[in-house]
């Protein structure tokens, strides 16, 4: 069936076209088998002709590895087998086969084969749902089909004092014999901030290089590749290796630049450096410091910033108003750049003049266009940009421009920003003025609208002002302002220019008007807020009037509120008790006395109802005392005497006839004493450490026999009590036995208990000495 296609392929179009009279007379069944043969050969060219193999290529001792492409992407093809042979290199009829693979992709390795000085043949099988499909078979020599492996670099180092230059060191993967070492090239990259350099040796003239004309202290990627210079279509994969050159000095001074501060007192002012840092390739490598100085040209005055961090680009000085000259050294590992020199002129010096005329062009929402004219004297200019308002020195961007310049692009610029744009001449190493102009790259709506206040109001009429709205809020230049009032439901407006901010409004009626303004840009406009104003009130500020009625019914109402406790008092005086004073009776009668010892400090306890106190007192302090009741129980004359004390309450007091033993504090005991045709006063305890707890009583009396003398000590808030003390067994003590009182207290209780006779006083009371 083959051999009949093949047969059929030999037939041309003319021969089809063209039918001979023999032709003629066959049969029809015949004729249409032919022309379904010439039909099927001609499907099965073009289908064979969508397969092709495109290349094949040799690794050296490895593989064969082909590529082909598919054209026809209708036939539906599910997996392709590659197969290679070899074959004569000059009749190419005999077949050696190498080796086959199978992939469902465009290429595929035969491994592995022996040698590459062969000729081969490879063509592609594809199988399809319908059936088969076969390439056409692709020769080609071995030699000129090899890919070398790529080399390896062992070495690569800067050479030790020599900044520019590298040494690179490399060996070849594979081995070849002698006499195929001199088809082996070698291909050499060296690349550095996009600049890339090459060349290409023979791979085994030698196996090390130097590179030299080099950028210092630069990094560069260094690639090598290889090929077998008969196979020109095939080199190696690349290899690369990283590494920096020695650093030398920076070669160029850093950019400088300044801005100068008025003077805020006498002889000093502010002075601002900014610089740029040195440009590749004069940096030379990475800076380490800056070092900034400057010094008087008037005496030997000199400020310094010191060693400045490589990641700062300003230094602010404090410098007098005389003229100086600053410099700037950028420093690396290597060495110091040459210094970058700039003259600050003396406060009073005049200024050098700016250019001629500025203007600025928007070219879209990122860049402007400065455009300047300026005479032909000048060394140079800077350009200077910064967004409004301006905030810090660090803020402004600038960029020195050679003396031919005319013209310059701002890039990196917001739109709806404003931005104040400058030229500044230079003349050598002083600045002249500046010119500067406002711009933006796209104007916008403004994001408020002015302030307005009402200056006065007639009776038919207002006078109103105005404040301008912030650049930054404009978002554009303001075109002119609109006043907008309404009264009952009816709209009027007036339109002013942009450099006016107020305004009389006149021919009003009588009534209440809304009233705002309107700020309007080349885009849009933006309205203030509003006002209630009242015209026809000749004059008459309604809103002040307002104010001070609500501040004087606040007054009204306030005073009292805070004044209520005074103004009760003096409409509701307070009246005394007389049922609740202690003074009974009032006696003229001179005080008792009494010389207290020489004491710094007596402490004592006062018991007041069921309240303790604690007390400090001097020398001359008064003593408080405590009244204390008791009653006797008489006994015949011949039994033995019994006295009983019932302590009620505690007493404070110190004697200074009492001896240190028999000196307070003491406790009172609820204790008996007999003794025989004599008083026996009441006993002590003494207690040196009482507790807080238990400090409850004190004594008054002594072992004396005789009375004791308390009348001295007695004095209770302007009045007096007794002290009871004992003079004989079996008798009450009477008021006269105490000659001096002012004042007795109300007994509260008396009354016999048993044949004896009781005192009581109802209450405490401190008691108090009185001076003789």
Request: glycine letters at 4%; aromatic letters at 8%.
């Amino acid at each position: 069936m083959l051999d009949r296609f093949q047969l059929s392929a030999t037939l041309s179009a003319q021969q089809l076209t063209g039918f001979k009279p023999e032709l003629c007379q066959m049969k029809l069944p015949q004729a249409r088998l032919l022309l379904w043969m010439c039909v099927l050969n001609r499907v099965l060219d073009s289908a064979a002709a969508a397969l092709s193999v495109t290349q094949c290529v040799i690794m050296q001792y490895t593989n064969i590895t082909c590529y082909w492409e598919t054209t026809g992407h209708h036939l539906n093809i599910s997996s392709y087998r590659l197969q290679v042979n070899k074959t004569s290199c000059e009749s190419k009829h005999s077949f050696i086969s190498v080796g086959s693979c199978n992939t469902s992709g465009s290429d595929c390795s035969v491994q592995p084969i022996d040698s590459a000085l062969h000729c081969f043949c490879a063509d592609v099988l594809a199988s399809t749902r319908t059936g088969s499909i076969r390439s056409p078979p692709y020769f080609f020599s071995g030699v000129s089909a090899v890919k070398l492996r790529p080399p390896q670099i062992t070495y690569l180092r800067p050479l030790e004092g020599r900044s520019g230059c590298l040494q690179v060191t490399w060996r070849m993967v594979e081995s070849f014999p002698k006499n195929e070492k001199v088809y082996i090239l070698l291909q050499m990259e060296y690349t550095t901030h996009n600049q890339t350099r090459s060349q290409t040796i023979q791979a085994f003239s030698k196996e090390t290089l130097e590179l030299c004309d080099l950028h210092p202290g630069s990094k560069y990627t260094v690639r090598l590749r290889a090929q077998d210079r008969r196979a020109h279509a095939h080199w190696s994969s690349w290899t690369s290796l990283d590494t920096t050159t020695a650093e030398k000095a920076p070669s160029a001074a850093p950019q400088l630049w300044r801005l100068i501060q008025p003077a805020e007192e006498a002889g000093r002012r502010s002075l601002t450096l900014l610089w740029k840092p040195v440009s590749w390739p004069e940096v030379n490598g990475v800076v380490l410091s800056y070092s900034a100085t400057c010094r008087s040209d008037q005496d030997s005055s000199q400020w310094t910033c010191g060693s400045i961090d490589a990641s700062r680009r300003s230094c602010i000085l404090t410098v007098s108003d005389d003229p100086c000259h600053c410099s700037l050294t950028a420093t690396n590992s290597a060495g110091t750049s040459p210094p970058a020199h700039i003259t600050i002129p003396a406060h009073t010096h005049a200024e050098l003049p700016p250019p001629q005329a500025i203007s600025v062009t928007p070219l879209d929402d990122t860049r402007l266009m400065v455009e300047w004219t300026a005479a032909l004297n000048q060394s140079g200019f800077v350009v200077q940009w910064t967004s409004v308002p301006y905030s810090v020195p660090t803020s402004l961007h600038w960029e020195h421009i050679n003396e031919t310049a005319r013209t310059f692009i701002v890039t990196g610029l917001l739109p709806e920003v404003p931005y104040n744009l400058s030229v500044v001449s230079l003349y050598g190493r002083q600045a002249g003025s500046g010119m500067s102009v406002i711009a933006f790259t796209r104007e916008g709506v403004p994001s408020v609208g002015p302030n307005m206040t009402v200056l006065k109001t007639s009776s038919s009429g207002v006078v109103l002002k105005w404040d301008p709205v912030p650049l930054e809020k404009l978002h554009g230049f303001i075109q002119n302002y609109t006043v907008l009032y309404s009264i009952n439901g009816k709209d009027k407006s007036e339109k002013v220019d942009a450099h006016v901010e107020q305004i009389p409004l006149g021919g009003l009626t009588e009534g209440t008007y809304n009233i705002c303004v309107m700020a309007h840009t080349a885009v849009g406009g933006a309205t203030g807020p509003c006002q209630m104003v009242v015209v026809g009130l000749e004059d008459v500020q309604v809103i002040p009037i307002l104010l001070c009625a609500l501040l004087l019914c606040f007054l009204i109402l306030i005073i009292p509120v805070c004044m209520r406790v005074r103004i009760k008092r003096c409409l509701c005086p307070a009246v005394p008790d007389p049922s609740k004073s202690s003074l009974s009776v009032w006696s003229n009668a001179k005080p008792c006395q009494h010389k207290l010892p020489s004491l710094s400090t007596m402490n004592s306890i006062i018991s007041v109802g069921q309240t303790t106190t604690y007390q400090d007192y001097g020398e001359k302090d008064y003593v408080p005392v405590q009244v204390f009741t008791y009653h006797t129980v008489p006994q015949d004359s011949n039994e033995t005497e019994t006295k009983t004390y019932n302590i009620t309450s505690a007493v404070t007091h110190q004697d200074s006839k009492l001896t240190p033993a028999q000196a307070f504090p003491t406790h009172f005991l609820n204790q008996s004493y007999t003794k025989p045709d004599q008083v026996t006063p009441v006993g002590y305890k003494e207690d040196p450490q009482p507790s807080s707890d238990h400090l409850l009583f004190e004594s008054l009396f002594t072992y004396k026999s005789k009375q004791a003398d308390l009348c001295d000590y007695i004095h209770v808030s302007q009045s007096y009590a007794l002290v009871i003390t004992t003079v004989d067994a079996y008798r009450t003590l009477d008021l006269n036995e105490c000659p001096l009182f002012l004042q007795v207290l109300p007994e509260d209780t008396s009354s016999v208990n048993n044949g004896s006779y009781v005192t009581g006083v109802s209450q405490s009371h401190s008691l108090q000495p009185t001076k003789t």
